[in-house]
């Protein structure tokens, strides 16, 4: 955070220039490389799981609300990337460690629109092109994850004992 101040009874943060949104790359011609894939992914969970772990939820998770630095640095921010008033952005809720369910299925939604530039329909949350993620990639074992995931904790845990996410 650069600088925070209050106006008006409404509290505002400054932070550092982030010129790009993650709707800007799913929309963008060129695919993500597996590898650039694990890093915004495990960036978002662990925003995620920092949320959660201070008993709070986004709650209306996607693209448009993730921005992206030059040097690939992410930062979730509020659905409007105005002032953060007290009911603002988050909403505490009694999460106790574990993942939002709301949170959990927009992460979901966010990896499918990364991985093959749409969201899933139908309940079909898998890659469609087989040819850019086959059945044994790293990134479509990270899906099956979230679909059974509870908590954030487990998919970053997973992650790190196979390597699937930020050690691809």
């Keep these: 955070m650069v600088d925070c101040f209050s106006f008006e009874s409404s509290h505002y943060a400054v932070f550092q220039h982030l010129p790009v949104m993650l ?12 590898l650039e894939l694990a890093a915004a992914l495990a960036q978002i969970v662990k925003g ?7 008993r709070l939820e986004h709650g209306s998770l996607n693209c448009s609300n993730i921005l992206v630095g030059t040097e690939g640095d ?14 603002g952005m988050l909403q505490g809720n009694d999460t106790s460690g574990s993942g939002s369910s709301r949170d959990m299925v927009s992460l979901l939604s ?9 969201a899933y329909k139908n309940g ?9 993620w086959p059945a044994d990639c790293k990134a479509v074992d990270f ?12 998919l970053l845990d997973s992650a790190g004992k196979k390597k699937t996410l930020s050690g691809w």
Excluded: G, W
């Design 23 to 34: 709707d800007n790359i799913v929309y963008s011609p060129p695919y993500l490389t597996e």
């Design 48 to 54: 995620l799981k920092y949320l959660t772990s201070c």
């Design 74 to 87: 992410i930062k979730i921010v509020p659905k409007s990337n105005t002032a953060i008033s007290r009911s």
């Design 110 to 118: 966010i990896t499918m629109k990364l991985m093959q530039k749409s």
């Design 124 to 132: 079909a949350s898998s890659a469609h092109d087989m040819e850019r």
């Design 143 to 154: 899906l099956a994850k979230i679909q059974v995931a509870r908590s954030f904790d487990e």
